[in-house]
C-alpha cells in the first residue's frame, strides 16, 4: 500500500490556538451524519481554547462561532483521513449510509479513485464545511484582533478550493503537489487573510 501525505493529519491545526491532538476515530462505524456529529460535538471540549469558558459567558455568540469553526475543519479533517484510515483498518468519520447513498466503497480508498461517486460525496463535504465558515466568519471580523482567525478559514477555505478543483486531492491530504499552484495558494491566502475579501 502507498503512503499516506501527513498532511491528511494536520488540517485542525490550522485552529489560531494550540490543541493537545489531531487525529481522533470512534470507537466503531458511525452510521449517519447525526452520529458524525455527535461524535464531534462529544470532541469538542478538547479542542475549545483554554479561554472559552470566559468567551462564552462574556460573548456566546462568539462562542458559537468558535465551536461552528471547528466542527468546519473536523469535517474536513475527517474527509482528508479517510483514505489513511481506511489503510489502518481504523473507523471512517465518514457516516456508513452516505457512503452507501453515493456508492463509495473500499475500492475508493484503495485505488483513490475519483469518479461521479467520489466527486458528490466531496461536494457535500465541501459545502457542509463552507455554510459552518460562513457562519463563522465574524470572527474574523475586526482587523487585527481576527486576523489569525482569518488566517485559519482562509486556509480551510484553500483546501475546500483544492478538492473541489481537483477531488482526487483528497486521498493525499488536500495540498496540490504542483509549486506553481502551492504559490498561488499562498498568495490568496495572504490577500484573505489582510483583507477579510474572498
Same mark, same amino acid.
Given at each position: 500500500?502507498?503512503?499516506?501525505?501527513?498532511?491528511?493529519?494536520?488540517?485542525? =491545526?490550522?485552529?489560531?490556538? /494550540?490543541?493537545?491532538?489531531?487525529?481522533?476515530?470512534?470507537?466503531?462505524?458511525?452510521?449517519?451524519?447525526?452520529?458524525?456529529?455527535?461524535?464531534?460535538? *462529544?470532541?469538542?471540549?478538547?479542542?475549545?481554547?483554554?479561554?472559552?469558558?470566559?468567551?462564552? =459567558?462574556?460573548?456566546?455568540?462568539?462562542?458559537?462561532?468558535?465551536?461552528?469553526?471547528?466542527?468546519?475543519?473536523? $469535517?474536513?479533517?475527517?474527509?482528508?483521513?479517510?483514505?489513511?484510515?481506511?489503510? #489502518?483498518?481504523?473507523?471512517?468519520?465518514?457516516?456508513?449510509?452516505?457512503?452507501?447513498?453515493?456508492?463509495?466503497?473500499?475500492?475508493?480508498?484503495? &485505488? &483513490?479513485?475519483?469518479?461521479? /461517486?467520489?466527486?458528490? $460525496?466531496?461536494?457535500?463535504?465541501?459545502?457542509? =464545511?463552507?455554510?459552518?465558515?460562513? !457562519? =463563522?466568519?465574524?470572527?474574523?471580523?475586526?482587523?487585527?484582533?481576527?486576523?489569525?482567525?482569518?488566517?485559519?478559514? !482562509?486556509?480551510?477555505?484553500?483546501?475546500?478550493?483544492?478538492? &473541489?478543483?481537483?477531488?482526487?486531492? !483528497?486521498? #493525499?491530504?488536500?495540498?496540490?503537489?504542483?509549486?506553481? *499552484?502551492?504559490?498561488? /495558494?499562498?498568495?490568496?491566502?495572504?490577500?484573505?487573510?489582510?483583507?477579510?475579501?474572498?
Amino acid at each position: 500500500k502507498s503512503k499516506v501525505s501527513p498532511m491528511s493529519r494536520s488540517v485542525l =491545526s490550522f485552529l489560531p490556538w /494550540a490543541i493537545g491532538f489531531n487525529s481522533f476515530h470512534p470507537s466503531g462505524p458511525l452510521e449517519s451524519f447525526a452520529d458524525l456529529m455527535g461524535f464531534y460535538r *462529544d470532541a469538542l471540549p478538547k479542542l475549545r481554547p483554554g479561554n472559552f469558558e470566559k468567551i462564552k =459567558s462574556n460573548d456566546p455568540a462568539k462562542a458559537a462561532q468558535i465551536d461552528g469553526l471547528i466542527m468546519a475543519l473536523l $469535517l474536513v479533517d475527517g474527509l482528508l483521513c479517510a483514505r489513511a484510515d481506511h489503510q #489502518a483498518n481504523k473507523p471512517l468519520r465518514l457516516p456508513v449510509n452516505e457512503l452507501a447513498e453515493y456508492r463509495v466503497d473500499a475500492n475508493h480508498f484503495e &485505488q &483513490q479513485t475519483v469518479d461521479f /461517486a467520489w466527486r458528490r $460525496l466531496c461536494e457535500r463535504y465541501i459545502r457542509r =464545511s463552507r455554510d459552518l465558515l460562513q !457562519a =463563522s466568519a465574524l470572527l474574523g471580523k475586526p482587523w487585527l484582533s481576527g486576523m489569525t482567525y482569518r488566517l485559519c478559514i !482562509a486556509r480551510t477555505e484553500q483546501v475546500l478550493r483544492e478538492i &473541489q478543483v481537483d477531488p482526487a486531492t !483528497a486521498y #493525499a491530504g488536500g495540498r496540490s503537489p504542483k509549486l506553481m *499552484d502551492r504559490l498561488t /495558494a499562498m498568495t490568496r491566502i495572504l490577500w484573505r487573510t489582510l483583507t477579510g475579501r474572498r
